[in-house]
């Protein structure tokens, strides 16, 4: 899978470990014997056995402790991914700078990418915790930033299964899109979760708009190798009653293209996000639920969305 070179009395390691997520294939290439794919757990369920033969790679991460910029970018912005704010810097051929830090503030990765994001090197700091926070988060970015122009955007979104069909339940932190999706697991027999964070969600090839599990789900461990025609989207905020609507076009718009994960700052990437929720609205229905914790929004929301009872 790679191989092996002493530099400065050090082994040094060339190791690619490829991934398929959403029907793209990604490489993670390890350069030193201190990172391995075990920093990974969460992405083992979509690796793969061997490099894939006439497949495009949605990029190559290269992961090389060794490594330092030449300079630092000018500061344009903090990106909030999971409630941590990592620091973006453009550098002046277009390429970025991304400082990850860690829940406590403390940096645990640098990144620094081509413009396009099909090709990056990070380095990490710190123990395995801090490394896996930052590899993690670096792959989650990669992954929505390169995808973006190839209609693909991960979505911060809580996701169930029905009958083969998606259904994504929206809204800002504190909304209660896990408690909604785990009252559909309770009240809706055949119903399974998808993942509870960050799903990709595509219009693939042929057309179809699609979800897919992913390697990042939050504080949710639901890492899972699955796929579904998207039956629905589901804007939920709380209320004393239960009361369920479909949305217009333009509402629709503008609650799903800012539960996107975005570089708000790159034209390319802000342009592909949005021509790709354009395409979702064109098929897919969104509705906004008012909504109290319990079986009777569930079975509201499952009845708008399926069209059954």
Known sequence: M???????GMM?????????????VYCVNFCDERNTEILLPSSEPFRLDE??????LLFELKVDDAWRPVQKGKEIGQFDCGGNNHGVYLQEDGGYQIVVSDVSGRQ????????DFSS???CLNGNNVMRNFGLNNALMMMYAFAGADKMTVLMHASVVRKDGEGYLCLGVSGTGKSTHTQNWLKYIPGT???NDDNPVVRVCDDGVARVFGSPWSGKTPCY????????????????PYNQIRRMSVVEGYASLLPSCSVMKWDRRDYVGASDTVSKLLEQVPVYFLENLPNEEAVRMSYEAMTGKE
């Open 192 to 194: 399974d979760l998808m």
């Open 224 to 239: 899972r190798n699955v796929e579904a025609r998207i039956g629905g989207f589901l804007q939920l905020k709380q209320a």
């Open 2 to 8: 790679g191989e092996s070179r002493v530099e400065g």
């Open 51 to 56: 490099m894939p033969q006439d497949e495009p």
């Open 12 to 24: 040094e390691q060339d190791k690619r470990v490829y991934y398929r997520v959403g029907r793209h």
């Open 120 to 122: 990056a090197t990070v």
């Open 108 to 115: 645990c990765c640098l990144i620094q990418s081509i413009a």
